[in-house]
């Protein structure tokens, strides 16, 4: 905004002035900013400009058309839409259960395949957005009986808080899985619901075949990786989860070492746990990179081109420590090929600090799309933020989420239109085709 013609500077002060009177609300300032042309914003070809979209978006052919057109009119470029949100699966002829409202549409509707085409038709790249670890509500348990909590119970995270009192209950026993909801309900501003253990070989696997088989099947740009990482670090402290720390250590402590835990454990669920407190922290955090190590190496052996990015706690350090995601490890192993920081603070001197971290840690290798809680911001500073991500050298902005801005309590109707004709220019992308 410094730099160019006399004119160029003037037009943009122009559209300065005009934005910031419609964020006040006057209808006849909106009429004059839709004549003013928007600043200069970065090549849509080469910044990411994507939307997380929920899978409630995905559930009929009208509410895709409908967000492919709005995407594509406000000047995005990238959707990430969810198409594993709970252990379920927004596509056909998965291992995974479909949502009730799925059932109700025909077996020839596949959300993702119509999004895909749809997308691509449009010029839109598609990125699958599966979430890693959280695979239910604790509020409302699944109704397919054949979902993972039922069939696997023993696969599920267990807190340190009420793991001596879950070890008194068989693992297949409905009151299992019952005690972890009802905790889990009570700890609702702090646990979202209830996660599957990166701990578990067999739960690794699993996850790996759903990943192998969308990559395979479907032609993405992208897998998105969401809630990769522990609910806390109070977690996993469930039976089978401490028998593999248990194989994983003991065979090579001392002797000594290993009468005296053995000797405890008969008594102490967390015996080895607690007796090696610094290998039990680095057991979880490397057995959560490897399960990333593997979901990447199952996307890109399938399709090679597709990018693999990851929705990560936008402070490295709290990530680390208190969700056990250790994400400058994935960057420095070169595991992912974006970083997604979930910077959705209201402070815009936070978000600031919190991307120009995420850029320095991501160095020249990685690229980084800005994660914006948009959700709860204000357009303007919404827009802010997008010239912020920018400044600071990110590759692209992701808003959450296209469904909260596009629904109908939303006090600003036109969110995505005052976003995409102040920060995007209201560019529509060239049509590019199926990939």
């Known amino acids: 905004m410094t730099s160019g013609s006399p004119g160029l500077r003037w037009r943009a002060c122009l559209a300065l002035a005009a934005a910031i009177a419609l964020y006040s609300g006057s209808p006849t300032t909106s009429a004059f900013h839709d004549q003013i042309a928007a600043p200069p914003s970065p090549d849509s070809r080469t910044e990411t400009r994507a939307l997380w979209v929920l899978r409630s978006s995905l559930a009929t052919p009208a509410s895709i058309t409908a967000l492919v057109r709005s995407a594509r009119e406000h000047g995005f470029n990238t959707l990430l ?60 348990l699944p109704s397919a009986r054949e979902h993972l909590v039922y069939r696997h119970p023993g696969w599920l995270m267990v807190p340190r808080d009420i793991a001596q009192d879950m070890a008194k209950t068989e693992i297949e026993s409905p009151a299992y899985l019952g005690k972890l909801a009802r905790w889990t309900r009570t700890q609702s501003s702090e646990i979202e619901g209830l996660y599957a253990s990166p701990l578990i070989p067999e739960a690794a696997e699993y996850l790996e075949s759903i990943v192998r088989d969308l990559a395979r099947r479907y032609p993405l740009d992208g ?81 090679p081109g597709a990018l693999v990015t990851v929705a990560a706690a936008p402070d490295a350090r709290d990530a680390y420590e208190h969700r056990l995601q250790d994400w400058r ?107």
Request: proline share 6%.
């Open 81 to 140: 839409v969810q198409v594993r949100g709970r252990g379920d699966a927004y596509f056909r002829g998965g291992i995974e259960p479909l949502p009730a409202e799925l059932l109700r549409q025909p077996d020839s509707f596949d959300p993702l395949a119509a999004a895909l085409q749809a997308a691509h038709a449009a010029g839109l790249h598609v990125h699958a957005w599966v979430n890693v670890n959280l695979i239910s509500s604790a509020v409302e």
């Open 223 to 303: 897998l998105h990786f969401d809630y990769a990482r522990y609910p806390t670090d109070r977690f996993d402290y469930s039976r089978p989860a401490l028998r593999q720390f248990r194989a994983a250590v003991r065979t090579g402590l001392p002797v000594d070492d290993r009468r005296r835990l053995d000797a405890q454990e008969a008594v102490d669920l967390f015996a080895y746990a607690d007796g090696l407190p610094e290998r039990w922290r680095a057991f979880r955090v490397e057995r959560m990179t490897a399960l990333i190590r593997r979901l990447r190496d199952a996307a890109k052996g399938e399709r």
């Open 329 to 435: 490890r994935w960057l420095a192993d070169g595991l992912i090929d974006a970083l997604c920081p979930m910077a959705y603070t209201t402070e815009a001197s936070k978000f600031a600090e919190q991307i120009a971290a995420a850029r320095e840690a991501a160095g020249t290798r990685t690229a980084v799309w800005a994660g914006i809680g948009a959700w709860r911001l204000p357009a303007k500073e919404t827009i802010d933020n997008i010239q912020t991500a920018r400044r600071l050298g990110a590759s692209g902005v992701i808003l959450f989420s296209y469904d909260s801005l596009i629904d109908p309590r939303q006090p600003v109707p036109d969110y995505l239109g005052l976003v995409g004709r102040a920060a995007f220019a209201a560019s529509v992308p060239p049509a590019q085709g199926s990939r």
